[in-house]
C-alpha cells in the first residue's frame, strides 16, 4: 500500500533552518503531485508548497522567498528547504500526494522557538 514517511522535523531557534523529507513507496512516485501542509496549534491546516509531476510549483505567500519544495523521483521523495524560520512556522508539517486520490504521511513536528 502506499507511504508517506515525513522526517527532519525538530527544534530550531528563529533565523534557523531545516530540511524535511517525505519518502514515498507503494506509487508510481514520478506521476503524483507532491505538496507540504501544515497544521498550527488552534488552526486548520494550510498548504505551505506543492509540486506537480511536470516540476510546476506553487508557494504560500506566508513562505514565499524562505522556503523550496524539490523532488527527487529517483529516490522517490519530496523535500521542503526551510530557511529564516519564525516562531509561526510552528506547526506540524504533513507530506502529501495527489492523483485520483491523496494520501497522507503521519506528519513530522517543527517547533521555531528562542
Known amino acids: 500500500q502506499v507511504q508517506l514517511v515525513e522526517s527532519g522535523g525538530g527544534l530550531v531557534q528563529p533565523g534557523g533552518s531545516l530540511r524535511l523529507s517525505c519518502e514515498a513507496s507503494?506509487?508510481?512516485?514520478?506521476?503524483?503531485?507532491m505538496g507540504w501542509y501544515r497544521r498550527a496549534p488552534g488552526k486548520q491546516r494550510e498548504l505551505v508548497a506543492r509540486i506537480t509531476s511536470g516540476g510546476l510549483i506553487n508557494y504560500a505567500d506566508s513562505v514565499k522567498g524562505r522556503f523550496t519544495i524539490s523532488r527527487d523521483n529517483a529516490k522517490n521523495t519530496v523535500y521542503l528547504q526551510m530557511n529564516s524560520l519564525k516562531p509561526e512556522d510552528t506547526a506540524v508539517y504533513y507530506c502529501?500526494?495527489?492523483?485520483?486520490?491523496?494520501?497522507w504521511g503521519q506528519g513530522t513536528q517543527v517547533t521555531v522557538s528562542s
Open positions: 502529501n500526494a495527489i492523483l485520483t486520490v491523496t494520501y
Open positions: 507503494g506509487m508510481i512516485f514520478s506521476i503524483y503531485q
